[in-house]
């Protein structure tokens, strides 16, 4: 069950050798905390295993309002970023919920958007944030929006001979993201939503994981927040329009009735967070 | 450093039942039944035969073929022969040479299972509660009753009758090595070293289910990872032995994560009925019924049942009472002791149930308990008389502080306080022998068991060897061996390691002392002391170098050697009371008041602990560290349990979340400040009066945050554990008849 280990520096590099590879033959290695999963289960089991520490993306970079973050950086170094924190609150949120601090130094954004997981924490807030994957392959370079590269559990736009380089968010927003889980510490949510205010009408931006086969934008939700400040009961209508619209299923983390239920609270309070960021709740929600 | 095991521990050094390894081994994996409940019409070895790296796979025939000539217990088989009774039954054993070649062996068995209907739970069985008759229905194997005074009476004469319905789920132990052992035969002996809380009932385990002499069976433990009551007893180490005969070579046969969950003996659900009657502002009558989940079968199905009932009367006295309980078989694998087997979940129904009742009185429910509460000389319901016990004096402190706590939290916004109660038996008649070996400059004890994480072995029996020889911790020293050469002991569970082998090193070691004042010429006692690396007795004015002391013979046999036994008497209950299946007399009671402070979303329903505090009637604390670790250690299970640990069964029988990804035990971020209080004032039967304190600490915890969550919102949760979404339906925030999971 070996497999040999491959660490390419230039990014072409890496992309002819998913590229000239056979289905599965070859893993792809960031942080590896969802892949060493699928080696230990036997789901997955290639020849190769491609890791990325060596490229040159474990970069955050603020190009005016636009922030680029690397694929490969680990999630604690952006969680330490004070600048971050400060302009994108509801990104820290999620990331900083994400595991235990130990999982953090390793996990990544990139591996967190390629293993495209129906509960991921991360990927409901780049849906709100309007963030975009920027794609290097063989055929060169692209950039897709969160919402058209995860496309279900553990399927992504991605072509063959293809990697995430960044993850590209076009501008610092008020943002929030809460979350419930059974367990608050290193345990998978039950439900998170993820709220940010945009700039420019339309405003408000209001996405959901841990509920449906792929984290998803309500426009029910948004729909209901016209004003750049709303006001409670369009607040209220919101989360009740979130509560109504979303797709719920039970799983043996929470029943559908409960998720609705979580799901109005939650929608509420990532609003009032965002509207009042000074009341904001210090830790879990 | 007293804690002499744990630098190894930390550096990664010690070797645990897991890390078991030696040249020319072979490895072994199970064939676990795929179905829940069937008749077997075949296996089918063939291919896993003639895969690479096989050298054997064994079912029912080959083991008839090895064990030829030997009857093992038939209660027991090995491997059952026609009906297969849970999902997850070993059903034969592959060895090969790696243990992927052995998984993959494993699975590529044939099993020919026609499928049978299942009893998948309890409900199923009995959807209401089950009238007079019951114990003849074909799925209860254990029916136990008991009852005292003219209850009817009590009922009639009643200002009201509480009367509530509790569930449990099922809990695992979560040791965090699997089981695990390597077997060997050789020269007609069964050998095997294994991760186990108890070699000695290990050994009688095999030598029954094998059918060999226990003579001809050797058991060495190894360091142990958690047992928490998985570990006692045999569990992989028949099938692995079954393996090593049948290949001639060492096996190794190690549980993964997965089926550990499945196969490690955890704990299943239970329905409870309490009733209370109400005079006068006291429980004057009460009616307890328990229907037992047993799964597939339960060792000492009496003893459970009857022994689990005792604990849902509370520690509390009661005019009149029933009890009734059934032992429900399902197609679950077997129910296992787990930490306090069901204590903890007797005590969550029995003083959610009496806070309850206190709450509807509009009384204080600590002063409410403080009425009840069993006093040193009470009877119980049972008729057994309550020895030195400090439920009053636990009680009196926890409501004290209860009472400081409620003036540093802000009223209402979702806080809540609340007191649970539990008792304890230590399980101190079960027999101890240990032996203390003095040389000239240490001391060792020999002894039977293995360290299982507590520090009840390796810290508890040095303690009382230096308490009574006044000696420093460095010169003392465990010593290990196994089955053939240490002496006996029935094993650390129970709460009894201290308590009763420590009993057994302290009647050595006051044996020890005598001969050593003889020796100088004094009929007292003697103690020892260290000076430039030597051991010094002294006793009454004489010193001498221990070397001198001792006989050349002594010293070449490798020092003085005294021995101890500890055998702890039984308590008697009333018999009269009983009128069906057999109740168990407790022994050394021991008490605890937790003291719980929560936080309650009032939206979600999530509960966060954020303050806890532990009183316990220990007798003498012997090591006030391990004490303060164990106590620790049982409140932070015992939160798990409480709010998040359960096991999800299908209604086929499947365990739907067997990891620690889905089964969550508390995390460091779930674990609040905890005090920890000794009360003192009641001797046990242990060495300087020690009591058990192995269990004690868990029993409490559950019943405290119940009543803690009752307290922040009114509303009482009938079932543990305390989810956010249990809470939340209580709290009628989902909409009526919204499915269960
Ligand atoms: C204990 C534990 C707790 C967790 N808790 C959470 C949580 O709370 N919230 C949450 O959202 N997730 C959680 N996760 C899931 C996981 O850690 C995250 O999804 C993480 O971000 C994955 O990153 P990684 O770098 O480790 O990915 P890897 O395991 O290295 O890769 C994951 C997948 O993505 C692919 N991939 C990785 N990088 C790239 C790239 N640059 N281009 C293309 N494909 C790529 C890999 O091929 C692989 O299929 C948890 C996991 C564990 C083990």
């Known amino acids: ?285 | 450093m007293i804690r002499t095991d744990l630098p190894a521990k930390v550096s990664g050094e010690t070797l645990f039942g897991m890390d078991l390894g030696e040249p020319g081994m072979l490895w072994g994996a199970l064939v676990l039944s795929p179905v829940a409940h069937g008749r077997l019409r075949g296996l089918g070895f063939a291919e896993a035969r003639a895969m690479p790296g096989v050298e054997a796979v064994v079912g029912p025939e080959e083991t008839d073929r090895l064990l030829a000539g030997h009857t093992g217990d038939p209660e027991r088989p090995v491997f059952p022969r026609d009906v297969v009774a849970y999902r997850g039954q070993p059903l034969a054993a592959v060895a090969a040479r790696t243990l992927a070649q052995a998984r993959a062996a494993a699975r590529a068995v044939r099993c020919e299972i026609d499928p049978l209907p299942i009893v998948p739970d309890i409900e199923s069985v009995f959807p209401e509660w089950p009238g007079s008759g019951a114990g003849e229905h074909p799925s209860v194997i254990a029916h136990v009753r008991a009852a005292h005074g003219d209850l009817e009476a009590e009922f009639r004469a009643a200002e009201f009758v509480q009367s509530e319905t509790y569930r449990t789920n099922g809990v695992a132990q979560v040791a965090l090595e699997p089981h695990a052992c390597l077997a060997r035969v050789e020269a007609g002996r069964w050998l095997v070293r294994t991760s186990t809380q108890s070699p000695f009932s290990a050994r009688e385990d095999i030598s029954s289910i094998l059918g060999v002499a226990e003579e001809s069976v050797v058991v060495e433990g190894t360091w142990v990872g958690g047992g928490f009551g998985g570990k006692a007893g045999a569990s992989v180490e028949p099938y692995a032995l079954l393996l090593a005969a049948s290949t001639g070579r060492p096996v190794k046969l190690a549980l993964n994560y997965a089926e550990e969950f499945l196969i490690g003996r955890s704990t299943l659900p239970s329905v409870v009925h309490l009733e209370s009657a109400v005079r006068g502002g006291r429980v004057t009558g009460r009616r307890a019924r328990l229907l037992l989940d047993t799964g597939a079968s339960l060792p000492g199905r009496d003893f459970a049942t009857g022994y689990a009932i005792g604990f849902l009367l509370g520690p509390y006295r009661v005019d009149a009472f029933e009890v009734e309980g059934y032992a429900v078989r399902t197609n679950k694998p077997p129910f296992g002791p787990h930490r306090a087997p069901f204590a903890p979940q007797c005590a969550f129904m029995a003083d959610s149930h009496m806070d309850g009742v206190a709450r509807r009185l509009g009384v204080d429910p600590v002063a409410f308990r403080l009425v009840h509460a069993w006093a040193p000389g009470d009877r119980t319901p049972l008729g057994q008389v309550v020895g030195p016990f400090g439920m009053i004096e636990c009680l009196q402190k926890a409501g004290a502080l209860l009472a400081t706590w409620r003036k540093e939290i802000p009223y209402g916004g979702g806080f809540g306080l609340g007191v649970g109660c539990g008792f304890w038996s230590t399980n101190a008649q079960a027999g101890g022998e240990a032996v203390v070996r003095l040389t000239p400059t240490e001391l060792v004890i020999e002894q039977g068991e293995r360290e299982i994480g507590s520090g009840s072995v390796v810290r508890g029996l040095p303690a009382v060897l230096e308490r009574v020889l006044h000696v420093p911790a460095e010169v003392v020293r465990v010593s290990y061996s196994d089955t053939a050469s240490a002496p006996f002991d029935s094993g650390v569970f129970g709460s009894r390691t201290v308590a009763g082998l420590g009993g057994a090193v302290e009647k050595a070691a006051r044996g020890l002392s005598a001969e050593l004042a003889r020796r100088l010429g004094s009929t007292g006692v003697a103690h020892l002391s260290v000076d430039g690396g030597g051991l010094f007795a002294t006793a009454t004015g004489s010193r001498r170098p221990v070397e001198e002391l001792l006989t050349p013979q002594e010293i070449g046999a490798g020092g003085l050697r005294v021995a101890g036994k500890h055998y702890g008497a039984t308590g008697a209950i009333d018999d009269a009371r009983v009128s069906a299946g057999s109740f168990y007399a407790y022994t050394d009671f021991t008490a605890a008041a937790h003291l719980a402070l929560v936080h309650v979303d009032r939206e979600t329903g999530a509960v966060k602990v954020l303050r806890y505090a532990a009183f316990h009637d220990a007798g003498v604390v012997i090591d006030p560290p391990t004490f303060r670790a164990q106590v620790e250690g049982g409140v932070v299970m015992g939160l798990g349990s409480s709010l998040t640990e359960e096991t999800l069964w299908s209604p086929e029988g499947r365990l739907l979340n067997p990891s620690l990804l889905d089964y969550r035990i508390p995390t460091l971020g779930e674990v609040p400040p905890i005090e920890v209080h000794a009360v003192p004032g009641h001797l046990g039967a242990g060495p300087f009066g020690a009591k058990g304190l192995g269990e004690p600490p868990i029993i409490p915890v559950p019943a405290a945050v119940a009543n803690a969550v009752a307290d922040a919102t009114g509303v009482r949760v009938y079932e543990m554990p305390l989810s956010a979404e249990r809470v939340a339906r209580a709290l009628k925030l989902l909409p009526e008849g919204g499915e269960e999971r």
């Not at chain 1, 069950?1 to 520096?9: D, S, Y």
């Not at chain 1, 994400?98 to 509960?119: D, E, I, K, W, Y």
């Not at chain 1, 290193?186 to 339309?202: H, K, T």
Request: charged content about 20%.
């Open chain 1, 1 to 285: 069950m070996g497999f040999t280990l491959v660490a390419p520096e230039r990014p072409e590099e890496a992309c002819e050798i998913l590229a000239s590879a056979a289905p599965g033959q070859v893993a792809v290695l960031a942080g590896g905390t969802d892949l060493l999963l699928d080696l230990d289960s036997g789901r997955s089991h290639p020849d190769r295993v491609l890791s990325l520490r060596r490229l040159p993306w474990r970069s955050l970079q603020w190009n005016g309002p636009t922030l680029t973050i690397g694929s490969t950086l680990p999630l604690s170094e952006i969680e330490v970023d004070p600048v971050v924190r400060a302009r994108i609150p509801g990104l820290w949120d999620a990331i900083h919920g994400v595991g235990s601090l130990q999982l953090r130094h390793r996990a990544t954004l990139g591996g967190n958007l390629g293993r495209a997981s129906p509960t991921s924490d991360l990927i409901p807030m780049l849906l709100a944030l309007d963030a975009s994957v920027e794609i290097v392959g063989v055929q060169g370079i692209r950039s897709v929006p969160v919402d058209e590269f995860v496309l279900a559990s553990r399927s992504t736009a991605l072509r063959v001979g293809e990697l995430i380089a960044s993850i590209s968010i076009p501008e610092a927003r008020p943002s929030a993201y809460v979350w419930q889980r059974v367990r608050p510490s290193n345990d998978i949510s039950q439900v998170g939503v993820a709220v940010a205010r945009a700039s420019r009408a339309p405003f408000w931006r209001v996405a959901l994981g841990g509920v449906t086969p792929r984290p998803v934008r309500l426009p029910e939700a948004e729909r209901e927040l016209r004003a750049e400040r709303p006001l409670t009961p369009e607040v209220v209508r919101a989360a009740e329009a979130a509560a109504t619209h979303a797709p719920f299923a039970t799983d043996k983390r929470a029943t559908e009735t409960y998720r609705r239920q979580l799901v109005g609270v939650l929608v509420r309070r990532a609003i009032a967070m965002v509207s009042a960021p000074l009341d904001r709740p210090v830790g879990w929600a």
